[in-house]
């Protein structure tokens, strides 16, 4: 999986809730991370570890 700037994901477990990549930065000893939206809430925003993000069952790319 390639995390790309418009990837869009699935959070499973708890409530459906789709995120956008907005940006990558890199922070923390230069791991890359992405900055994802809430599609439906655009002021709500996360910020995890790209490495996490392609490991983790949490999300699930779907575009």
Known sequence: MS???????????GYWMTWVVTRLVSVRDNVPHAVLV??????????????????TGLYTVVG
């Open 3 to 13: 995390v790309q700037i418009g990837s869009r994901y699935t959070k499973t477990g």
């Open 38 to 55: 809430d599609e439906v809430k655009p002021d709500r925003e996360i910020m995890l570890s790209v490495p996490a993000l392609e490991a």
